[in-house]
């Protein structure tokens, strides 16, 4: 329990999940752009018209540029120029399709682009809430905040460019080649062993920068998670005078960084140079031969060779371009390769099918179910028949552990009859929080069962049971939005009266219209401009607000002053009365009027009866009541 | 802003200087190869010299080879010369946030603080590197092409005058319209964000209330006003390529035009005119990456503008009012915290200068050193903010407060907080080891001490039964240890600094009373000397101390010891009634 509480803190990703440009070899390519593939799906007819505009605009490149050395052959050195300007005209027509084609498919791919980012978000985020609370235990925020930072990113920022360029420079490359194959076959020999040539150096070049990328990506995760850790703690820093060893920490981390990254940028801009001027060298050489060839006749003149120099310039520009893309690619693949990670983690089991409705009970006892707000709630079983809702909850030998080696609980049996008031005491780590953990589900037990009204809780579908629990956790968390918003979470359709009917039963009223704006006022940063205790009060407000017929209080109180806690004293009575409460404190004054007093030590139940049985007992109990007794 | 920017990145003055010369020999070179291919053409085909023609392509695979070398060079050049800038600037930030009070760091939020340290730098560094690479070359290729087409033939040249204008007004349409919706992209993305964070943190609460479709609707909302955002931002973007595309081809048909009739009449050779086309493709490839590189930088001026923010933010509180020591012979080093007395003569405090209500109010209070003082209060009745003032985390708005017999303001904060030691509500241990954590309490510290300080704290006791002891590794954040063994690591860590004034502030909440009560009397024993300040809600963790304040609304309600109080002060024996009920069953 206790590590798993101090995990949920903001973290930063680890290593390799560092910002742009995040790499990492993919694990499995072609399933991860099957999936991507599924999404673009979606966008078939899309699809298939940027690629057919693609296929036009690249026409219309590669054929505009062949016009040019007819024109000088036919039109020019004739000097035939109102054929050359009907011939102009033809080529501008060409051109003007080819512009708007060009613009025509980049913005469907926008179009496309971003539907398919936002839907995998938003597929992303639905996914994610519904994991199992035991995978945001063993991930860091950081981790999970990357994917939709940097890895949504990558994807679309692939999507955007690298899609529409992948696909036109595969046909630039496929149509300039046969051009050139038209124009001089044995030129274009030439090119081909140039660009294996390239080839050869987008493999050595491609493989070193990609290690290089990996130390990179490993170097930005340990700064960004020093940097991380430092500003969370940068209180502490300062009142310990630790800024001078933290900015070494920094320096030194900051030095290796710029070290890995320097490497990693030498050799991935390296790349376009040397693209560059290998296609240099090709049209040297085929220039050379070309000349020759020319000076030699047969059939190969002047014109021809214009042409095709074009070309020779233009074919290795698909490669270059690729070559520089593949980063991007590769990027963006393992980026969604961690996206389907996330979504493919084995949701939440939930094959409960027992209900929580709302119903209306008549003279003899019936239930009726109804649409609204009766204040009585029963269990509706997959036969129809309807229990009323009690508050009955029962251990029977539970054993849980986080990790199935290591047993937390051991071996726990309880009950809490409809309307008791049930403490848990023992010291921090005893396993308190993780029992009441177990009554809503957030975790699955090893053997044992636990029974809500007589029903084994996995038969109960998660929501109805979460829904029938109100729970008050140890760590507040406040959401951006208004006082009143924050209150209203339990249940989002309560009125403005009823919010302030939960607050004045939480003792939150009074500090609230101090507020600036009352129940107005914006909270923000997790209610950062609010103490502690006040934000315990806004808790109990919400779960106030819920009005669920059990109550998990776990150490709702804690940095609430005793004063105050006693002024809400009656509003808390009156929030439990009638109602199963769980309660956890370290503070024995709070559970004193408990029903049962359970002692946990290592996960077990050493002791159980109520205050003055205990005291009786002599036991762990007694030590720890009279552990500041002590003082006297 | 590039004032502010630039001294990060003078060190690779020379780095920069050169990666710009690389990219311009490189540039230039790039077009006197088209060059050598027109006189291959025009000399070597038409006098059917194959002599000049082989020499003339290997003086181009030369200067292919040449180029190639630039290349890689200004590759170099600028990948020194960016990661450098973004290390510089990197820990420039870092250092200064450092320097940052609590005020400061509130101000930002630290969220906001470590991606303005992350990302922000990172695309700064990428832009330093992408301009020497892309925005020199092609000014360079710009001129030097406009200069050999008006060699080739000034009248062709003309064509250019209509082209580049026409140019520079779209590409600055574009520009102008794309910069606020990126801003715009940029806010939305943070929207989406603080959802998720907070969906994060908080996905207790969400699975406890079902709110999982509330959150989903909240997501969505953002999601489709991003995506909306991002749609229109990129959607102006590409209307740049085909624009780009139609002024090139323009320029081109133009060319062919006015270019044929002179080839016809004979002012211009046929081979001119193709090495003709290669320029103002040349040309307008260049102004594409000049476009394309100002689209970078309209997103990057938002990141520069938020690193200045922080490089620019004066630290709230400094030593610029720290004096000298007077007992020192040459009067050179500043003074040092003498005792632990505390006094403050009506202190005044406020969060935020704006906020109508005072925090603390006229607060007068005088403590004698070594004193152990117990302080209780309200939620919210101002119990942190009173000792915060103390090592002066916050500065008073009026009065002052001292420390050993001088204002706080007079001392450095090195030498005030050494002598003032908090654990604070909200405290943290840092990954590495346990022994690594207690070291901050004094680096010199020997293993005795760490002990001794651990059993003070009444830490040993979970120490020796882990197996590494004071070795153990904490996971980031302290993930290894409980709430309330974290406590007491936290608290060893305060007393091994030996400090004059040591201030606890609820920083026993999660150990049991009975421990707590023993590390009460083990400060009682071995900080002796110290002024103890100690903020709780258990009455007995104070009912011993020689002083106690009673804190309501921001001021000292009452002060004295438990048995004036109990006497005088009515909120202290209702407090001191709530907590004692229990203990009375047993005696």
Not at chain 1, 202 to 222: L, N
Not at chain 1, 304 to 329: G, R
Not at chain 2, 124 to 141: C, E, H, K, N, Y
Request: charge should be negative; glycine fraction near 8%.
């Amino acid at each position: 329990m206790v590590s798993m509480a101090e995990n949920r803190n903001a973290h930063p990703g680890r290593p390799g999940h560092g910002p742009k440009g995040g790499f990492r070899k993919p694990k499995d390519m072609w399933g991860t752009l099957r999936k991507l593939m599924a999404y673009l799906g979606r966008y078939k007819a899309y699809l298939a018209v940027v690629v057919a505009l693609l296929v036009i605009s690249s026409a219309c490149t590669v054929g505009g540029s062949y016009i040019i050395s007819p024109l000088i052959d036919d039109y020019i050195l004739p000097g035939d120029f109102p054929g050359l300007a009907r011939m102009l005209g033809v080529m501008a027509a060409v051109y003007i399709t080819g512009a708007a084609c060009s613009f025509g498919y980049a913005r469907i791919m926008v179009h496309v682009s971003q539907n398919t980012v936002a839907r995998i978000r938003e597929d992303l985020f639905a996914r994610m809430q519904k994991l199992p609370l035991q995978y945001f235990d063993t991930h860091t925020h950081g981790e999970l905040m990357s994917r939709y930072t940097n890895d949504i990113e990558t994807v679309s920022e692939a999507l955007n460019n690298s899609f529409g360029s992948l696909v036109s420079c595969a046909l630039n490359f496929t149509g300039t080649i046969i051009m050139m194959l038209v124009l001089s076959p044995s030129l274009t020999l030439i090119t081909f062993a140039m660009l294996a040539v390239m080839l050869w150096v987008v493999k050595t070049i491609g493989g070193r920068s990609r290690r290089y990328f990996a130390a990179q990506q490993k170097a930005v995760g340990e700064v960004n998670g020093y940097i991380e850790e430092m500003i969370e703690g940068q209180k502490v820093i300062k009142v310990f005078n630790h800024e001078h060893a933290a900015m070494a920490g920094f320096a030194e981390r900051n030095e290796t960084y710029r070290q890995a990254g320097t490497r990693a940028q030498i050799y991935a801009g390296m790349m376009m140079p040397v693209m560059g001027n290998l296609s240099y060298v090709n049209y040297a050489i085929t220039c050379c031969v070309g000349a020759i060839l020319a000076v030699g006749g047969g059939g190969f003149d002047l014109g021809d060779l214009a042409a095709f120099l074009l070309y020779a310039k233009q074919v290795s520009q698909p490669i270059t371009q690729i070559s520089q893309q593949m980063n991007t690619i590769l990027s963006a693949v393992a980026g969604a390769e961690r996206i389907f990670e996330v979504m493919e983690v084995q949701p939440e089991t939930d094959e409960g099918q027992v209900a929580l409705v709302r119903v209306t009970e008549d003279r003899a006892g019936r239930l009726t179910e109804a649409g609204f707000d009766t204040g009585s709630w029963a269990w509706k079983h997959p036969d129809g028949t309807l229990t009323p809702l009690r508050g009955d909850v029962r251990f029977d030998h539970v054993v849980f552990g986080y990790d199935e080696r290591k047993v937390i609980l051991h071996d726990i049996s309880l009950f809490a009859k409809p309307g008791q008031k049930i403490a848990f005491v023992g010291s921090t780590g005893a396993g308190k929080t993780t029992i009441t953990s177990l009554i809503n589900r957030f975790y699955e037990i090893q053997s044992g069962t636990i029974t809500y009204d007589g029903i084994d809780v996995r038969d109960i579908e998660k929501d109805s049971l979460r829904r029938s629990l109100g729970v008050v956790l140890q760590d507040t968390h406040l959401f951006t939005g208004t006082v009143a918003d924050n209150i209203r979470y339990g249940r989002l359709d309560a009125s403005d009266e009823e919010v302030e009917a939960a607050a004045r039963l939480a003792g939150a009223d009074t500090f609230i219209r101090h507020l600036p704006r009352g129940y107005a006022t914006v909270l923000s940063g997790d209610g950062g401009s609010l103490s502690q205790g006040e934000r315990q009060l806004l808790n109990i407000a919400r779960a106030a607000c819920a009005n669920p017929p059990v109550l998990i209080l776990d150490e709702a109180t804690s940095s609430i002053d005793t004063r105050t806690e006693k002024l809400i004293e009656k509003g808390m009575d009156r929030l439990m009365a009638g109602r199963t409460v769980f309660v956890i404190a370290h503070r024995l004054s709070t559970v004193r009027n408990a029903k049962a007093i359970m002692v946990l030590e290592q996960g077990e139940i050493i002791e159980r009866g109520d205050h003055d049985d205990l005291l009786e007992q002599r036991g762990r109990y007694y030590q720890l009541y009279t552990g500041r007794a002590e003082l006297d | 802003m590039l004032k502010k920017l630039w001294p990060h990145a003078q060190p690779y003055t020379l780095w920069i200087v050169t990666g710009v010369g690389c990219s311009a020999a490189e540039a230039i070179f790039e077009l006197l190869i088209p060059l050598v291919m027109s006189d291959i053409v025009d000399i070597g085909i038409a006098n059917g010299d194959q002599n000049f023609i082989l020499r003339k392509g290997l003086l181009m695979v030369v200067m292919a080879v040449v180029s190639l070398a630039f290349g890689v060079g200004a590759a170099i050049c600028s990948s020194v010369a960016g990661q450098g800038f973004g290390a510089n600037l990197r820990k420039a930030e870092y250092d200064h946030i450092q320097t940052f009070a609590f005020s400061n760091i509130e101000r930002f939020s630290t969220a906001s603080l470590v991606t303005r340290l992350t990302n922000d730098v990172n695309n700064m560094q990428m832009t330093l590197m992408f301009s020497m690479r892309l925005l020199v070359r092609a000014p360079v290729m710009l001129v030097s092409a406009l200069v050999l087409s008006v060699r080739i033939s000034m009248e062709l040249s003309g064509v250019f005058l209509v082209a580049i204008p026409l140019l520079a007004v779209v590409v600055s349409v574009i520009l102008v319209k794309a910069g606020p919706m990126f801003r715009s992209l940029q806010e939305r993305t943070d929207a989406l964000n603080l959802v998720v964070q907070e969906d994060l943190t908080g996905i207790r609460v969400v699975k406890s209330f079902v709110r999982q479709d509330h959150e989903q609707e909240k997501f969505a909302k953002r999601n489709q006003a991003l995506k909306s955002a991002s749609e229109r931002a990129f959607g102006v973007v590409v209307v740049n390529m085909p624009i780009m595309m139609l002024i090139v081809y323009g320029t081109i048909i133009a060319v062919m035009w006015f270019g044929g009739q002179m080839v016809y009449g004979g002012t211009l050779e046929a081979g001119k005119l193709i090495t003709f086309f290669t320029y103002i493709t040349q040309i307008m490839m260049s102004l594409m990456m000049v476009s394309m590189t100002f689209m970078m930088l309209t997103r990057s001026v938002a990141c520069a503008k938020r690193i200045v923010e922080v490089l620019e933010e004066r630290p709230a509180i400094d030593d610029s009012e720290a004096e000298l020591d007077v007992n020192d012979a040459e009067c050179e080093r500043p003074a040092a915290v003498k005792d632990g007395s505390i006094d403050f003569d009506h202190v005044s405090f406020k969060y935020s200068a704006d906020s109508p209500e005072w925090v603390l109010r006229d607060i007068d209070l005088h403590i004698r050193s070594g004193q152990t003082v117990g302080i209780l209060g309200g939620t919210g009745s101002g119990k942190t903010s009173l000792v915060a003032l103390i090592p002066r985390l916050y500065e008073a708005d009026e009065g002052t407060v001292s420390v050993g017999g001088r204002p706080v303001r007079a001392y450095t904060m090195e030498h005030l907080r050494d002598a003032v030691s908090v654990v604070l509500q909200k405290n943290t241990l840092f990954s590495g080891t346990i022994r690594e954590n207690l070291l901050w309490g004094d680096p010199n510290a020997t293993e005795e001490q760490l002990w001794a300080a651990c059993r003070a704290a009444c830490a040993d006791e979970f120490l020796e039964r882990m197996p590494d002891g004071l070795d153990t590794d904490l996971g980031q954040g302290g993930v290894n240890v409980s709430g309330g063994q974290k406590q007491r690591l936290c608290i060893a860590r305060a007393i091994l600094k030996r400090p004059k004034v040591l201030i606890l502030d609820d920083s026993t909440s999660a150990v049991d009373t009975a421990t707590d009560a023993k590390i009460r009397s083990a400060f009682v024993n071995e900080l002796r000397d110290t002024t103890k300040l100690i903020i709780t809600q258990r009455v007995t963790s104070v009912m011993d101390a020689d002083l106690i304040l009673v804190m309501d609304g921001g001021r000292v309600a009452a002060q004295g010891t438990h048995s004036e109080l109990m006497e005088t002060c009515e909120i202290y024996r209702e407090v001191y009634h709530s907590q004692q009920e229990g203990v009375g069953i047993d005696g």
